[in-house]
């Protein structure tokens, strides 16, 4: 049994991945709950091989703590994720990306322990390739408003890579495509969220732009696993997760309104600043060295979730 932390345990991806590693595994799960929730781990806390420590691992008292505790693994999760988020807390994201990343690879150093570490599709920015391979070094506005998380992710990349040249860490780093599932936010901004409360309520959804940019979503339980093959794997170069089922945003607007039978009307607003108008994960090196692929289709994944979202609707 191996002693696992997963910094970030308390959001959307974190808690999915304790429920999967605690059946095998001990997990202290670190979270300093600024985009996260308790709830979303609360059927975990009388198992016996689950602890939640709330603390920001940024702090020293975070890597004092955990230099004396022996760890075999540490998944990093921790970063608010959605852009309602990290333009609420530029500045926090950025430290959970460098201060934080740092602390978490430092205990890797000290107890050899294997770091995954969750960088994501933002890396690539906007992207001038498409579809996106693990090559592609991307196209980013360095100061623009969505900086604070794209360049906080490649700064991770950048130190993360670092640690496995000088100290010879071992080190996992996955780029995550859009990800949803039950327990994502209503109100986290992000388009599955916005789309399923308003076609839930019978507002107009809202689309930015025109509706042509495109993305591809993938279900959390199959994300869930490849972060745990990846873990496992001996890949220790970056590794793209997400579902390469591509859509227009139009495209998916009306698959959410047919399975909600809303009778919403559509919304068009200006697009984003720097918001990517592509994006779709090349995933042939997830599927050639760690035998990964998805296998939840759009309708499943989404009636899931509709479902969760039904139980939310007056809560959130
Ligand atoms: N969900 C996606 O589609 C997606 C896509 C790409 C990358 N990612 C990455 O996956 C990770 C998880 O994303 P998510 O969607 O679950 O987001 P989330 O906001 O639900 O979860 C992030 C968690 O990290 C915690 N956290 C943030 N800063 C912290 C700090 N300094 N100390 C301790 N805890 C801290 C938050 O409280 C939250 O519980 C993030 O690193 C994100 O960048 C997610």
Redo the contacts with the bound molecule.
């Keep these: 049994m191996k002693t696992i932390i997963v ?2 345990g ?5 808690s999915h991945l304790c429920d999967e590693l605690v059946k095998e595994n001990k997990v202290i799960c ?7 929730f308790k709830d979303n781990i609360k059927h975990l806390l009388s198992n016996r091989y689950f602890d939640y420590v709330q ?4 702090s020293k008292e975070f890597f004092d703590k955990f230099s004396k505790i022996k760890i075999d693994r540490i998944y990093n ?6 852009p309602v ?1 990290y333009v609420e807390y530029p500045i ?1 994201t950025l ?2 990306g460098s201060m ?1 990343a740092k602390n978490l690879l430092d205990l890797a150093l000290i107890h050899k322990a294997r770091i995954l570490v ?1 960088s ?2 933002e890396i690539y920015g906007d992207p001038l390739e498409h579809p996106q391979k693990e090559e592609y070094w991307g196209n980013v506005n360095p100061i623009g408003v969505r900086s604070c998380y794209d360049e906080a ?1 490649r700064f991770m990349e950048a130190i993360t890579s670092a640690y496995k040249r000088k100290h010879n860490v071992s080190i996992r780093i996955v780029r ?4 949803y599932g039950p327990r994502m936010r209503l109100t986290d901004g992000r388009v599955v969220p916005n789309f399923i409360s308003q076609a839930l309520k019978g507002e107009p959804l809202t689309i930015y732009g025109d509706g042509s940019y495109t993305r591809s979503f993938c279900y959390v339980s199959d994300l869930v696993a490849g972060l745990m093959a990846l873990m496992d794997s001996d890949v220790d170069t970056p590794v793209n997760l997400g579902n390469p089922e591509e859509r227009t945003i139009l495209e998916f607007a009306k698959t959410i309104m047919s399975l909600v039978s809303s009778k919403s009307s559509i919304k068009y607003m200006p697009a984003l600043p720097d918001d990517p108008k592509k994006r779709c994960p090349d995933i042939s090196k997830a599927k050639k060295l760690l035998g990964w692929n998805t296998r939840i289709d759009l309708k499943t994944g989404i009636s899931k979730t509709i479902d969760y979202f039904k139980s939310r609707i007056n809560v959130d």
């Design positions: 910094a970030g308390a959001g959307f991806l974190g670190v979270d300093n709950l600024i985009t996260g603390m920001d691992i940024c999760m921790a970063s608010p994720a959605s988020d926090e430290m959970a934080g969750a994501t599709s992710k995550i495509f859009n990800t």
